[in-house]
């Protein structure tokens, strides 16, 4: 089953606009991470944030995370065209699986 | 090319037919992982190796399911009695023992279509 869910299921902007996603999640973890996946392809490890981390940054993608709320949100800034994708949130436990949340569908528009 | 590979990358089969899937890992990777994903969510874990150790498997991973990962390299994923339900698609992962916090790796995945 799903970890949790990611707000909203589905966002549409314009080039050059910032994206914001949310995940929330239900249990306690190791580390979060986002992933992007691009229609009909595998996922891509876009960023890493440990539970003892509030805020990370990597290029264009700044991720917050609250443990005591149990979410996290993933910016992306100055989007593109190529930002495209589906986006999800993924936590890591105690376990080695990871458990994903049911993903932000990003579109774009040139 | 030294990343997660899967073949095949589509299949489609009747209902009631075996199929198997094959997943090359990064080489030096010693974790190796599949996943299940249907359209519109996300990827559902199915099972887990530790070299050649199968050491978790989700109820998800009905008796129809086997995964092998013989050698501690490749692993295969069967479907036996194949059932419309099992369509989706079929995503693999690896990962270092030493990698940073579980950091997964995947495949481009095979696409199964039950008919």
């Known amino acids: 089953s799903q970890q949790g869910e990611e707000d909203p299921q589905a966002l549409s902007i314009q080039e050059g606009e910032n994206a914001t996603m949310n995940c929330s999640y239900k249990?306690?973890?190791?580390?979060l991470q986002w992933y992007r996946q691009n229609s009909g392809r595998g996922l891509v490890h876009l960023i890493l944030?440990?539970?003892?981390?509030r805020e990370k940054h990597s290029g264009r993608l700044r991720v917050t995370l609250d443990t005591s709320k149990k979410s996290s949100s993933l910016l992306i800034t100055a989007s593109r065209a190529a930002d495209t994708a589906s986006y999800f949130c993924?936590?890591?436990?105690?376990?080695?699986?990871?458990?994903f949340g049911s993903g932000t569908q990003l579109t774009v528009l040139p | 090319d030294t990343g997660v590979s899967q073949d095949p990358r589509h299949k489609i089969t009747k209902r009631g037919q075996n199929v198997t899937f094959r997943c090359d890992p990064i080489?030096?990777?010693?974790?190796l992982y599949w996943y299940r994903q249907t359209l519109g969510q996300g990827p559902e874990f199915l099972t887990y190796?530790?070299?050649?150790?199968?050491?978790?498997k989700s109820r998800l991973l009905s008796n129809r399911f086997s995964a092998e990962r013989p050698k501690g390299s490749f692993s295969t994923l069967e479907i036996q009695r194949t059932e419309q339900g099992d369509s989706a698609m079929y995503l693999c992962?690896?990962?270092?023992?030493?990698?940073?916090?579980?950091?997964?790796?995947f495949g481009p995945g095979t696409r199964l279509t039950v008919l």
């Open positions: 992962a690896s990962s270092s023992i030493g990698g940073a916090h579980n950091e997964q790796f």
């Open positions: 249990t306690s973890i190791n580390n």
């Open positions: 944030i440990r539970s003892n981390e």
């Open positions: 993924a936590t890591a436990g105690s376990a080695r699986q990871l458990t």
């Open positions: 080489s030096e990777h010693n974790r």
């Open positions: 190796f530790q070299n050649e150790a199968q050491l978790e």
